[in-house]
């Protein structure tokens, strides 16, 4: 007799209904100078085409890391974290309520 059995049936079928967010955060360099990390994109975009169309329309650099945790990660110079949040929803790639935009 498992105790903890009906506890991991009612996890498992509630992890299948939540949405996967995308997490946008800021984190504080030297002085200044910011980083926006985006974080949790679905491994079917291709995060280095996405990185090039979001360099080019924010003027900005950035680069893909790679997270034994979290997966690919999005850096970008600066914050951009609006900006990337209305790019993700204009491109149709998450809709407004999957995307939380952390920081400050």
Wanted: hydrophobic share 35%; proline share 2%.
């Amino acid at each position: 007799l498992d105790p903890f059995a009906d506890v991991e049936e009612e996890q498992g079928s509630g992890a299948v209904s939540t949405t996967r967010y995308l997490h946008l955060r800021i984190q504080q360099r030297n002085g200044r100078k910011t980083l926006t990390t985006l974080q949790g994109l679905p491994e079917e975009i291709d995060s280095k085409r996405l990185l090039k169309a979001v360099k080019k329309a924010f003027a900005c650099n950035g680069t893909v890391v790679e997270d034994e945790e979290h997966g690919q990660i999005i850096q970008m110079q600066g914050d951009q974290r609006m900006k990337m949040a209305e790019f993700l929803v204009s491109e149709g790639i998450a809709k407004k309520n999957e995307i939380k935009v952390h920081g400050f």
